[in-house]
C-alpha cells in the first residue's frame, strides 16, 4: 500500500493468526526481491529474498509471492508473533548490475496477544 | 546483529554545522550503502561505495559527500545542516555483487536543532 505523510498502513492482527503483507513495486525489470522488517529504533533486517525466476519462495514461518504480472509482492506470516510487531518494507533490484534497492513505504504489523 | 556498526548512535548539532557518520560494513563485504530515513520520506537511497569506489548515486545532496577507506570502513559527510536533515542514517554493506541482499547497520540517529 502507499503510504501518506507520516501515516503508514497498518495491519492489525490478533497473536496466531496468519498475516499477510502487500506490496506493489514499480519496475517491471526488477529481478530481486527483499522484505526486510524494522523494529522500533533499529535498522532493517532481513526476512527473506525471492528472484525473479521465482514466484515463490518459504523460510521460517514466511512465505514470500512474486506476481511478475502485476508487479505485486507479498509475504505471509504463518502464527503471527507479538515479537513479529514491526514495520516491514518490501525492496526492489533494478538490473543495473550494481545492487541498489529501491524501497517501498512500509506497511506496519500490530500483533495484540 | 547484522555485523555492521555505525557511530555515534544518536547525534544532535545546530544548523550549519557540519556532522560524520561513521560505517563499518560486515567482514568480507566490499560494498557499502548509505540511506537516510525520515518520517516523510521513507528509506531514501543516498550512495553506494565498492571498494573504495563510488558506483552509485541517489538522491544525495550535494552538501552531502561520503567515501570508502582502504580498510572499506565508510563516512557520511553532511554539511551545513539544516533542520530537514534531521533524520536516522543507515549504513548497508554486502558483497556488492548483482542481486546480493544488502544487511542494515543500526544507525544514526541526527537531529538538527
Known amino acids: 500500500g502507499e503510504s501518506v505523510g507520516l501515516h503508514l498502513p497498518t495491519l492489525s492482527v490478533q497473536e496466531g493468526d496468519n498475516s499477510i503483507i502487500n506490496c506493489a513495486y514499480s519496475?517491471?525489470?526488477?529481478?530481486?526481491f527483499i522484505w526486510y522488517k524494522q523494529e522500533s529504533g533499529k535498522g532493517p533486517q532481513f526476512i527473506i529474498d525471492?528472484?525473479?525466476?521465482?514466484d515463490k519462495r518459504q523460510g521460517q514461518r514466511v512465505t514470500v509471492l512474486l506476481n511478475k504480472t502485476v508487479k505485486h509482492l507479498s509475504l505471509q506470516i504463518a502464527a503471527t508473533q507479538p515479537g513479529d510487531s514491526a514495520v516491514y518494507f518490501c525492496?526492489?533490484?533494478?538490473?543495473?548490475?550494481?545492487?541498489?534497492?529501491?524501497f517501498g513505504k512500509g506497511t506496519m504489523l500490530l500483533v495484540s496477544p | 546483529d547484522s555485523g555492521v556498526t555505525q557511530t555515534p548512535k544518536h547525534l544532535i548539532t545546530a544548523t550549519g554545522q557540519r556532522v560524520t557518520l561513521r560505517c563499518s560494513p560486515r567482514?568480507?563485504?566490499?560494498?557499502v550503502y548509505w540511506y537516510q530515513q525520515s518520517l516523510d520520506q521513507g528509506l531514501q537511497f543516498l550512495i553506494q561505495?565498492?571498494?573504495?569506489?563510488?558506483?552509485a548515486k541517489g538522491n544525495i545532496l550535494e552538501r552531502f559527500s561520503a567515501q570508502q577507506f582502504p580498510d572499506l570502513h565508510s563516512e557520511l559527510n553532511l554539511s551545513s545542516l539544516e533542520l530537514g536533515d534531521s533524520a536516522l542514517y543507515f549504513c548497508?554493506?554486502?558483497?556488492?555483487?548483482?542481486?546480493?541482499?544488502?544487511?542494515f547497520g543500526p544507525g544514526t540517529r541526527l537531529l538538527v536543532l
Open positions: 548497508a554493506s554486502s558483497d556488492g555483487l548483482a542481486e546480493e541482499t544488502q544487511y
Open positions: 525492496a526492489e533490484n533494478h538490473p543495473s548490475g550494481y545492487s541498489t534497492l529501491t
Open positions: 567482514s568480507g563485504d566490499l560494498s
Open positions: 561505495y565498492y571498494n573504495g569506489e563510488e558506483r
Open positions: 525471492i528472484r525473479s525466476n521465482m
Open positions: 519496475n517491471s525489470a526488477s529481478d530481486y
